[in-house]
Structures are given as C-alpha cells and as structure tokens.
C-alpha cells in the first residue's frame, strides 16, 4: 500500500464541534441530576450546548463536503437497503456520514435543540428558572418544564443508541468509527477510489461560532432584561 | 412589622392541623400550593445570593430564612386522604406516606437551619445550607410531584 492511501474526512472545526457537544450533554445531565448549587453551571453548559447547536446548522451548509447536510440526508430507501446489509454483516464503508448515520445526526440535533429550547423557558419550582421563563405565561414553563423533563430520556437514549452503535462497528464490522472523529483520517478501502473531500474553513467556523455565540447572548441575556 | 408577621404565621401554624381537618379538599390543595410558592419565593431569594446572581444582603436574607423556616411547616398539614385532585401531587404521596414524610420531614429540618446560617454571617456556611435545602426539595418534588 502506498502511503497516501489515507484521506481526512472531518474537518477540524466539526471534530472539536462533536467533543465540546459531547462533553457538554455529559455535563449539562450531571448538573441536572445533582440540582443545586449546579444548576447555575447546567445553564451555562446549555446556553454552551444552544451556541453549538446554532453553529452546527451553519456548518451543516457552509461546512466541509462531510459536514454539509446534502451531502450525508439521503432517501429512506438508500438508509433502510444500508441498514439491511449491515444487518447481514456486509459492511459497504463511506468516506463520511453513511446514510443511516446521517439521519441520526440529524435525529440527535433535532433533540438536542428541544431540549435546549424547553430549558429557557423552564422552572423547577425550587430555585432555577430558564431566562426567557419570565417572558412567558406560566402554563407555558409548566408545559416547558415537562418537556425538558421527558425530552431529557429521548436524548439519553440517542447517544446510548450512537455509542453503541458506534462499538457495534467496531467488534461486528470491524469499522473503527471514533478515532476518526480525534484525528480526522480514515484509510482508503482497497480498490475504492475516494478523493479528498473539501475540508471547511477553520477561519470561517470561528466567524460562525462568534455569530452563534452572539446570538445566544441576545436571548438569554440581552432581551431576557427588556 | 417583620416580627408581627412572623408571629401571626407562628400562631397560623400552630393552628394549622386543626383547621385543615375541617377543610374542603380542594382548599387543602389550595393552601398548600400557596404555602409552597411562598415558601419558593423566599428560598429563591436566597438562592439567588448564595450564587451571586444577586448581591448579599443581610437584613434581607435574614428575613428570607425566617419566613423559609416557617413556611416549611405548613404544606404538611395539607395532605389530606383524597386531595390528590386537580394537582401536581402525585398519587404515591398517599401509598408511600411513610416516605413522603420523612422526606417532609429532612426538608424542614434543613429550612431551620436557614436563619442561623444567616446570622452567622458565614458565607460558606450560609451556602452549604442552601444547597442542602435544595436537595432537600427536589429529592420529594422527584418522586412525589408531577411533571
Ligand atoms: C441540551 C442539553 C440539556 C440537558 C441534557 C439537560 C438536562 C437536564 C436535566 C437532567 C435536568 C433535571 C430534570 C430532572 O430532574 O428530571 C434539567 C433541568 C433543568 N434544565 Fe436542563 N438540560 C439541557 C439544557 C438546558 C438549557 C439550555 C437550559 C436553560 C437555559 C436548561 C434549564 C433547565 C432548568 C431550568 C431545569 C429545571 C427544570 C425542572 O427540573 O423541571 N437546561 N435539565
């Protein structure tokens, strides 16, 4: 084998996108649990989370070709065949996102973003209240609050079902899946011809950030004082 | 003033178990919600200085921890056999009532600590208590109220 038979798939600003998000749900479920004198950090960690979650959409189209949504959303029938041979253990590898785990990603956002959304406007009737709680009426917190609260299950379930999926492909496929997400290099499948994706441009990711960022200030902390 | 109140709410109390026996089951649920919320307000108020999203202010917090400690002994008496209508109460308050009132019981025990922690004017002292308050209330709101 020669030696460039190897390409980078993720970018550096979705590989420390993924770690901070990751890091961040851990964190933001911990201080949830324990309550106070945590739960001022679990709203920090969330407005973290809401900044992420914006820049993410944002990548998803102005991104590297693997981070782009229309590169890795593709019909049900493509993701269901996909499924059905990794079932029978024929494991067809892709240079980013297969099509089931692209759904997922999309799947796991959408989540993550009800469950950041629900936490502004939620009350635990003890000490903490979401910032956008007082803007609202308060069958609405209550409303929010529950959800926040069910919402919290489906996103536990989601990354319990992406880790393991992910140590499936290790020991059934044989794929290693989350080393790629440190380093960003995949080796090239024999007698597969991948190019080198276009990678994104870290400069413009921290403009993204910086925007996100800006506009999470504005709604937990700018308007919540008008 | 501050002692005026305190003393009618002192005198409320005590009279408290008598009165909710004769109530109507719907004003349990009433009375408690309210002493709840007020409960809330006060211990919020705290909360908010034990994590400097306001500053701390002596006086204030003295009376918060006053009113925290009374108001703590009151929902108590409203949990009546059949007042598990029109509430965010949950039905196993009445089917686990042993454990139920022992979590009652921590979280009164711990919201009369407040006004001592106060006056110590230990911070670290004062924020431990707090903490400890919360606890106390969400380890009950978790198993025995509704989302
Ligand atoms: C997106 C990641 C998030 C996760 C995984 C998460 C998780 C949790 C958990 C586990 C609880 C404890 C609820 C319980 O005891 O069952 C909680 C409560 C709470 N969270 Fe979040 N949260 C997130 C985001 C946010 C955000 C962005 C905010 C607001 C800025 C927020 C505000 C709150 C509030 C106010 C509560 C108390 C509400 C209640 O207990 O009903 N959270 N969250």
Redesign the pocket.
Known sequence: MNVTARIRVWDLPTRIFHWSLAGL?AF??VT??IGDPWMSW??RS??G??TLLAFRIAWGFAGGRTARFSHFLRGPRIALEYAREALSGRYHPFAGHNPLGGWMVVVMLAA?LV??CT??F???EIA????LAVKVSNAFVSRM?AW??FN?WL?VGLATVHVAAIALYRWKLRARLAGPMVHGWVPVPPGENWPQPAMGHTGLALALLAFAAAMAYVL?VVYPAT | MKKLAIAALVTAATALPALAQHMKLEDQVKYRRAAYDLLGLNFGSLSAMAQDKKPFDKEEAQSNADFAAMLATVPRHFFGEGTDKNTKAKPEIWTHRADFDAKMDKMVGEAQKLPAAVRSGDMAAFRKQVADVGHACKSCH?DFRAK
């Open positions: 749900v933001s479920f949830g649990k679990h709203l969330g407005y989370i809401l993550l469950q950041a936490g502004l939620a009350d635990d903490t209240q979401g910032p609050s926040h609260s919290e996103v937990v | 978790d």
